[in-house]
């Protein structure tokens, strides 16, 4: 069953349904018809049934979501807490003085991330190490921009300088501001996006190979919306909570 909320022709029906305003609107019933219209003036596409169900089946097999000693045993691996904090130390707005710095702490992230590919590790760090220093000069901005200024204009210029040897990829324009903010930005690995796409039904976004800021930030709301959606012990971080949606697509991981 695919539910859909947020259609003009619903909230107009529950307002039909409301008295006329007088003192009574006051009163808890219209209080109360006043929550429900709440949530309805936004549009929110996604498939409840699928994500609640996934959710039952998840705590179902560990309680406790990631507090579960299975599910901490796999976070260990990906040392999400020693990444966070070293990514929020090493881009701290202040330590961007150094663009020769700035660049080896970023190839040091690339390279210490478990969500990075093995493969796409040593082509960014020898991308980086050929760049011209204009170029080396634009990415450090560019990533400064990103996580400390105007986030689009900042992720399209690390965008552009990546695309100087083909080397635009989901996983490397996105995984710093994972770390960075990890309760806020969001990792976008291919396969994921694409499976989470599809099952949940999520149908205003088109994933594409191609980074986009417009892609980037409507899959970040929609994961804040299915975090909401679901309980807190899912989500430590944006990181875990997209690892509950990936074993969701494949139960028997």
Known sequence: MHLVFGYSSRVSALRSALPPPTDAALSPVS?????????????TFMNLEKLKRA?????????GGFTHPSMVAIGKKHKMDRMTALVQESFAKK????????????????GSSSMVSVFEKPKFRNFVKGLEPKYQNALVSGLKEQLHGDEQKGFEKVLGVLQIDKLAKWSLISIVPVYFRPQIDVFVKPTTAKGVISYFEL????????????FYAEFRDRIEEMKNAVDATLSPNN????????????PEI
């Open 239 to 250: 990181a875990a909570f997209t690892g509950f949606l990936m074993m969701s697509l494949n």
């Open 55 to 63: 959710e039952h089946l998840f705590l179902k097999r560990f309680p």
């Open 203 to 214: 149908d205003t976004l088109q994933y594409k190979p191609q980074p986009s800021w417009a």
């Open 95 to 110: 330590k961007f003085r150094h663009t020769a710095d700035t660049l080896q702490a970023l190839t040091k992230v690339v």
């Open 31 to 43: 209080a109360n018809a006043q929550a429900i219209l709440q949530p309805l003036s936004k549009q």
